[in-house]
T-cell receptor, first 110, second 112 residues
Framework: AQRVTQPEKLLSVFKGAPVELKCNYS??????LFWYVQYSRQRLQLLLR??SRESIKGFTADLNKGETSFHLKKPFAQEEDSAMYYC????????????FGTGTQLKVEL | DGGITQSPKYLFRKEGQNVTLSCEQN?????MYWYRQDPGQGLRLIYY???????QKGDIAEGYSVSREKKESFPLTVTSAQKNPTAFYLC???????????FGSGTRLTVV
């Protein structure tokens, strides 16, 4: 069975500092990885997918199969980045159902 | 305005009673999902449906039941067999893998 681990419950950084939200996964096949975000008083929403290799709101994430990681990074944190971030995995042939990590609360301080 | 609607927002249930949570979408999405969210545990999959009249158990299906009689609707029943039903329940739908899930605003169920 697949598993997603987000080791940090809370990450606090200063505005303008680099951000890295860690995500490690356990899965024997070829996974599809996602980052979802929930801003205060808003619904959970897709931030980015590894396969698209895109940058959204300045965030990027690279799939490292050797380290089984999919860390989310941003070079300069902004106050509006404060939110709950979830890493999620879809197993190949898994019918698109997602396995989520426990989430990391990012707090950007002024 | 397309979207996914969960109702009610808050629900209180007495022990031993079944309760049904509503999830409706007008996005014409084929797949729908139910997750349970508990503090410190992230989201755990209860049931999912990829097409009308078909659904599969997720990781924590015991004590829950669903139906998918219409494409737009995927109600979740929390039965008296669910030992710890107090939680926040999220419904999601998906058109295709590339665009990810669209989530509802959730229902908070409290057993009193």
């Amino acid at each position: 069975a697949q598993r997603v681990t987000q080791p940090e419950k809370l990450l606090s950084v200063f505005k303008g500092a680099p951000v890295e939200l860690k995500c490690n996964y356990s899965y024997s096949g070829s996974p599809e990885l996602f980052w979802y975000v929930q801003y205060s008083r808003q619904r959970l929403q897709l931030l980015l997918r590894h396969i698209s290799r895109e940058s959204i709101k300045g965030f990027t994430a690279d799939l490292n199969k050797g380290e089984t990681s999919f860390h989310l990074k941003k070079p300069f944190a902004q106050e509006e980045d404060s939110a709950m971030y979830y890493c999620a995995l879809s197993a190949s042939g898994g019918g698109n159902k997602l396995t989520f990590g426990t989430g990391t609360q990012l707090k950007v301080e002024l | 305005d397309g979207g996914i609607t969960q109702s009610p927002k808050y629900l209180f249930r007495k022990e031993g009673q079944n309760v049904t949570l509503s999830c409706e979408q007008n996005l014409n999405h084929d797949a729908m999902y139910w997750y349970r969210q508990d503090p410190g545990q992230g989201l755990r999959l209860i049931y999912y449906s990829q097409i009308v009249n078909d659904f599969q158990k997720g990781d924590i299906a015991e004590g829950y039941s669903v139906s998918r009689e219409k494409k737009e609707s995927f109600p979740l029943t929390v039965t008296s067999a669910q030992k710890n039903p107090t939680a926040f329940y999220l419904c999601a739908s998906e058109a295709d893998w590339a665009n990810g899930y669209t989530f509802g605003s959730g229902t908070r169920l409290t057993v009193v």
